[in-house]
């Protein structure tokens, strides 16, 4: 018998799967599990803001026309559509809930500007507008007595009936029953059935060497999913954020500059001190993030630099550091004071614009598997994500999901019976240092093959590694006995596979996927997502994938 049994399983404790409780509570048993603390996620690092339609000069076409514009031609126009209109309502519910967004003196909402947006229409809490939000929906969550929360616990696989892999009999439908779990505290593997499972993972930043992400961003969701039997696409568009502080003793992980001093008036400049994006886009520093990050990419390579200067020394000292208070805080600790000296800034991964395929419903191609917030492809972000419409997506997609998931329960069978989980065979290895070679070597090598730009010759190197990095890891995982580190090792790598195929199948430049061989967007009929399906002879990951058993795939 499992461990636990539930109505609704939300893995995952960010702004999506925070909010998806709150809603769902409201009929049903909610369980949710998190890998860390409940607090850490990469909605408590969103420093920007979030993007809704709440001022007289603005209007609901334009948000959607700028929403448009940046996703290249891959947004859904229904799902654009629905979202942008709908956030002023979402909006509404955060306030009622307790968010306290920054305000000007006549209480009327501040609202900032960022690349890509017509108008200022981004909501904020000064510099901090996602620790804002993360701590009023965990308030909530905690005091009303219907969520259950599992902290340090990290999901393994997904169980679903019949098991991955095995051949589909007529008219049988596979579907998602709940999950395996590692309680990192413990050790204990714990298997956990619920009538409805949801991922609200977040991204995957941590692919790549240098991220704005937290460590938690594995890619654990899409992998999970994939595995399980989900399709999954347009991975190939990872966003880098164009300006994180320039910092070497942080290990890849760096701190964020928000779009949002951009969008205030700070200046990129080369170390030269010329202020070059003008001569990239006549938006200049407004520019899209794509186009911001490889103009960014350009100057550095052109020059041999290894960063470049955001430049805020002209504007009003005071006023600056309250607007932005913690990005103050975080150049102090490096030594900098940022109304006096430019802030050295370089790109880096920031945004997974792809993942498991949904409809507006938040319904995956699984039975009984739903997907919110950055872990699920929407349609809404297309080739390139809005600035401060993720935070908006995972909100709307919330409310959306809370509704079709409460039909669903009405008619979900039982929960079937699951065995546990079998360590039997494996051993605790004596060199876990293998783990974090394996996992340093996976993050350089997207970095230097599948980064910001590509190209064919890269990114079949790039595969090539990869095959042999995940016979590896296949082995070692295999033979071992479980840990977080090695589940995320795992992860990762079918994570990094994903995304090169994915690369390798579009041949063109568009959005954040930009091919030094095909410059130009591709002129051949509609613009195409990317769908990967599992268990289809083209797209298993060598052997790794095989029926579903404790340990029988990666």
Partial sequence: ??????????????????????????????????KKESAESATNWAQGGIASVTAVDDEIKLHVEDTLRAG???????VVQLVVETAPERIRELI???????RLGDGSLALGREGGHSRSRILHHRDQTGQEI???????????????????HLMIDLLVDPRPGKRIRN????????????????????????????LATGGSGMVYQHTSNPTIATGDGVVAAWRAGADVGDLEFFQFHPTTLMNPAADGRNELITEAMRGYGAILRNQEGEAFMKRYDERGELASRDIVARAIDAEMKKRGETYVWLDCTHLEADRLRTRFPHINEVCQQQGIDFTVDP????????????????????????????????????????????????????????????????EWLKEAAPIPEAENWSAEGTVTPEE????????????RLMWNYVGIVRSSFRLERAARRLRLLTSEVADFYRRTRLNGPLIELRNLVILADLIVRSAISRHESRGLHYMLDYPEPSMNGHPHHTVLTPYSAENQIG???SAHSNRGHL
């Fill in 72 to 78: 290249a031609g891959l947004c859904d126009e229904e």
């Fill in 1 to 34: 018998m499992p461990h636990y049994t539930t109505d609704v399983l939300i893995i995952g404790s960010g702004i999506a799967g925070l909010s998806l409780a709150l809603n769902t509570s409201k009929y049903a048993q909610v369980l949710m599990v998190t």
């Fill in 343 to 406: 802030i050295p800034v370089v790109p880096a991964a920031h945004y997974q614009c792809g993942g498991v395929i949904t409809d507006i419903w938040g319904r995956t191609t699984l039975a009984g598997l739903f997907a919110v917030g950055e872990v699920a492809m929407t349609g809404l972000h297309g080739a390139n994500r809005l600035a401060s419409n993720s935070l908006l997506e995972a909100v709307v997609f919330a409310h959306q999901a809370s509704h079709m998931i409460e």
């Fill in 543 to 545: 052997a790794a994938i």
């Fill in 96 to 102: 009622k809930l307790g968010v306290k967004f920054t």
């Fill in 134 to 152: 993360e701590s009023v929906l965990l308030g909530n969550a905690r005091e009303s007595g219907r969520i259950e929360v599992l902290e340090h």
């Fill in 171 to 198: 008219g049988e439908i596979r579907r998602c029953f709940g999950a395996y779990v590692l309680d990192e505290i413990s050790g204990e593997i714990k298997t956990i059935g619920a009538k409805t499972v949801i």
């Fill in 432 to 443: 876990f240092v293998l783990i974090q070679h394996n996992r340093d070597e996976i993050r």
